[in-house]
């Protein structure tokens, strides 16, 4: 009957561990582009300079880790991948509204507020990762 628990606690934590490296490899590379847009935002680029970048390096970077992260239907059902969903959804594809947003607000067609918005939802799902993923 102990053996259960054990059983249990080590099921739950293949699948943590397994939930973390799949979020992991989607996420480093995804802030990493987000940190980028945001430098652009804070030092004021304009318009222009936002394009370019986003053209450039953002969209290819973007969609090689949206390809090699594909998720499977499967993956996307799985209860033993939540992290990683939140992550496909409130960071790596979210990372293309928040680069948008950079580029309208440099327009001067939205305001700040909708911008820290999208940074906000990124943030939640970056803190989250830590505090499941980053001691294990």
Partial sequence: MRLLPLLLLFSTSAFASTDCEKA?????????????????????????????????TFNPEIEKIITANELSPKELMSPDLSLTREVYNDVMMRSKIYVGHVYSYSKGTINEDAVEEQRKAINAVVQKFKSICVSQ
Avoid at 25 to 49: E, G, Y
């Fill in 24 to 56: 992991e490899s989607m996420l480093s590379p995804s802030v990493h582009l987000v940190v980028q847009a945001l430098r652009l935002h804070k030092q004021n680029a304009d318009h222009k300079t936002i394009a370019q970048w986003r053209v450039n």
